[in-house]
T-cell receptor, first 113, second 112 residues
Framework: DTAVSQTPKYLVTQMGNDKSIKCEQN?????MYWYKQDSKKFLKIMFS???????INETVPNRFSPKSPDKAHLNLHINSLELGDSAVYFC????????????FGEGSWLTVV | GEDVEQSLFLSVREGDSSVINCTYT??????LYWYKQEPGAGLQLLTY?????DMKQDQRLTVLLNKKDKHLSLRIADTQTGDSAIYFC????????????FGGGTRVLVKP
């Protein structure tokens, strides 16, 4: 009964590869997010979708492409992976009209070698 | 612009109270949050406070908000070893699509 679930939890891949991280929430929320946490633990938003519509797109390389097939899913696809993409990627969700409590997934640890 | 600052480290003895401080610059913040991250784990929402409140208490946690000084604090009463973690302060603004702006995190070490 996990609220926000991400897969995979750990991913080790070579430079130049393309990979995806999937996220699903069963909270009935209408807004989903991707955050990146770097090696110094700094957390920064990357994208946000509300009802499958992109509403926040921070300065993120074009190699990162989010896709929201429905309100309960927000996937992150990364092309041509670089060493600097190594980080923890957190998915989150919230209900915009309900006090904005934002819940995070457990994170996906991406290591690019 | 948005900027959220926290002290890097706090050491406290088991049973004492911990106080973690946070300052923010954007006066249009709607909500302010405290998240906890244990080693190798995700972000756990501890508590949050709406910007028109001064204080919120939830069991061992007390949040104080000073809007004039743009200062937020989290007090943990009777700190336990399980409270050792990184604590993140964050602000959000409805007008900005509810995105969270995080502080750099405060590492809390609870000594027995």
């Amino acid at each position: 009964d996990t609220a926000v679930s991400q897969t995979p939890k750990y991913l080790v891949t070579q430079m130049g590869n393309d990979k995806s991280i999937k996220c699903e929430q069963n909270l009935g929320h209408d807004t989903m997010y991707w955050y990146k946490q770097d090696s110094k633990k700094f957390l920064k938003i990357m994208f946000s979708y509300n009802n499958k519509e992109l509403i926040i797109n921070e300065t993120v390389p074009n190699r990162f492409s989010p896709k929201s097939p429905d309100k309960a899913h927000l996937n992150l696809h990364i092309n041509s992976l670089e060493l600097g993409d190594s980080a923890v990627y957190f998915c989150a969700s919230s209900q915009r009209s309900a006090g904005n409590t934002i819940y995070f997934g457990e994170g996906s640890w991406l290591t690019v070698v | 612009g948005e900027d959220v600052e926290q002290s890097l480290f706090l050491s406290v003895r088991e049973g004492d109270s911990s106080v973690i401080n946070c300052t923010y610059t954007d006066s249009s913040s709607t909500y302010l949050y405290w998240y906890k991250q244990e080693p190798g784990a995700g972000l756990q929402l501890l508590t949050y406070i709406f910007s028109n409140m001064d204080m919120k208490q939830d069991q061992r946690l007390t949040v104080l908000l000073n809007k004039k000084d743009k200062h937020l604090s989290l007090r943990i009463a009777d700190t336990q070893t399980g409270d050792s973690a990184i604590y993140f302060c964050a602000e959000s603004m409805t007008a900005a699509g509810n995105k969270l702006t995080f502080g750099g995190g405060t590492r809390v070490l609870v000594k027995p």
